[in-house]
């Protein structure tokens, strides 16, 4: 079987990533890194291989599927020329610098039977995957995610730079629409906000909240979700997750209940707790998120079907996310003048 070629648009932090990946699986061939910088484009293609490109015209011809890793204004305008040849592309989050843009390329993917695939790697965190083997209903679902600023991807705010993966993976575990949306942020260093909270309510009952903040003194990425059939801690970022189930000891925990309800004695101080419920560490795997997405992307485009990250997906992140966005705009704070933030940073 023939390699499938490839190309990586952009040789900046991420497209050096997607490029590194690209040049360690068997079954692609890497051959061209593309960037207007020339120069960055060739010290990637030099330690990745493939040849340096400026423009994207000078690859059309010569690809089977490329990963556009360049930033969010850009998306559209480098995607839609291999869409509408019927190429693959595997695009950085988020999909498009605007819904309308989203949507746009959505249309020109399905016009030409072409897989878009979107890069929310944080479905394909070893955790996010061991979490999706088990079977249960979440009620409340906690996310958090913070780091120190990188200086990268300035040009969106923290709901669209990094919140947005928690959102994702959110929509994916509530399935159900979205009744309320309550949202609050604060722009710090420029004109969007770096750091933001908000409260979801879904139709089916299910509530989430999520944290994110680029200006935080250390990263932490945490999880939690509590169900009637268990409580999951997990966290992302060192790659640990433990369940907690009631399924170790459910007939004392009927005979709590009924304790609890004045139904029956029972010397409730007497108990352990954790004695009668079923404590375990999820079964991680240790692979880099990054390469199992760069992996079913190049499977999906093999075998033509749909992507593990469709950009129906991503359509529904990024509505959420707009709604997310129009909240904290719309929020006013209150106090005295001194401390109060200034609506201009709501603009």
Not at 100 to 110: I, S
Request: charged share 25%.
């Amino acid at each position: 079987m023939s390699k499938i070629r490839t190309a990586v648009i952009g040789a900046g932090k991420m497209g050096g990533l997607h490029s590194r990946i690209y040049s360690q699986l068997d079954s692609v061939e890497l051959v061209a890194v593309v960037d207007s910088d020339l120069t960055k484009a060739q010290a990637s293609a030099k330690a990745y291989g493939g040849r340096a490109c400026s423009e994207v015209t000078d690859i059309l011809n010569a690809v089977d599927a490329v990963t556009v890793a360049v930033p969010t204004e850009f998306h559209a305008e480098i995607a839609e020329p291999f869409l509408s040849r019927g190429i693959p592309v595997l695009m950085e989050k988020p999909l498009a610098a605007t819904l309308e843009e989203a949507r746009h390329l959505l249309q020109v993917a399905c016009a030409h039977g072409c897989i878009l695939q979107v890069g929310y790697s944080e479905r394909f965190n070893p955790v996010i995957q061991a979490m999706k083997r088990l079977d249960f209903t979440p009620r409340f679902i906690e996310a958090q995610r913070v780091s120190p600023f990188t200086f990268r991807s300035t040009d969106v705010g923290v709901v669209l730079d990094m919140m947005i993966h928690d959102i994702d993976i959110i929509l994916s575990m509530a399935h159900s629409s979205v009744r309320d949306v309550q949202a609050v942020g604060v722009n710090i260093l420029g004109e969007h906000e770096d750091v933001a909270n908000v409260r979801l309510e879904f139709e089916n009952g299910c509530v989430a909240t999520l944290t994110a903040s680029r200006l935080a003194m250390k990263s932490q990425r945490k999880v939690r979700v509590f169900s009637e059939q268990a409580y999951l801690s997990l966290d992302n970022l060192e790659k640990t997750g433990i369940t907690i189930s009631k399924t170790a000891n459910i007939d004392m925990v009927q005979k709590i209940r009924g304790a609890l309800n004045d139904e029956g004695e029972l010397d409730l101080q007497a108990l352990d707790w954790t004695e009668l419920v079923n404590i375990e560490n999820l079964d991680i795997d240790e692979r880099e998120p990054l390469m199992l997405e760069q992996e079913a992307f190049i499977k999906a485009v093999a075998e033509q079907s749909r992507p593990e990250v469709s950009a129906e997906d991503a359509i529904a992140a990024m509505e959420l996310a707009e709604k997310i966005v129009n909240k904290i705009a719309e929020h006013k704070w209150e106090g005295s003048d001194s401390a109060a933030i200034s609506a201009e940073y709501f603009k």
